[in-house]
């Protein structure tokens, strides 16, 4: 078993969307006990670096994040060129039930920069609609977001709306996607901090390569 971590990393001032703030703010508290650290986060926005989204983020008596259910689905990757991205890009002869499928675009090049989050991939209405018919597990990709700033955010209503969870801000899915090219197979671990009534939270994804039998669900 391989470990392949997908997060991106944080740090103190690090950008958050729609890339105009810090989404992290990191102090030291000095205490009494020697050759001992306390740090606290006087900011830190759960919409910041790898996150997810669940459902209660657009979707007013849905799940938070401390009730959206941890899978540990099977990933496929999608690459995609164009934006919004098109439906014709999911693989025809693949059945999606229950699967992580995972928009690879190339933004990642520009994580940690105010690129990110100008003119970034996002996803099509058309294109959600059908990984709601497809029943997938997660939706994720490695732009910062799966809609445009300042729209409907429709991508994110319709899957939300669905209980499909979004996770946004991934890196190293060209990688990945080498890997399950040749033959590896992988599952996602991209679990949420268990806070009631919060609707986003960052997350350390990772893909498990070669891992044991897991139900996909």
Known sequence: MELIDLTLELKDGSLSYPGTESGLRMESVPFDT??????????????????????LHFVPDGADVANTPLRLPAIVIVSATTSPIPVDVLPADLDLQGLAVLFSTGWSRHAGTPAFFHAYPVLSLPLAEQLVAARVSLVGLDSPSVDPPGGA???????????????????????????????????????PLRVRGLEGSPVRAVAILNPPHADST
């Not at 669905?162 to 890196?171: N, S």
């Open 34 to 55: 020697p050759g001992g650290t306390l740090t606290t986060l006087s900011r830190f926005d759960p919409h910041c670096g790898t996150h997810l989204d669940a459902p």
């Open 153 to 191: 955010y429709s991508a994110h209503r319709c899957l939300l709306s669905a209980g499909i969870p979004i996770v946004e801000g991934l890196v190293r899915l060209s990688e990945l996607a080498d890997r399950l090219n040749a033959g590896a197979r992988a599952r996602l671990a991209a679990f």
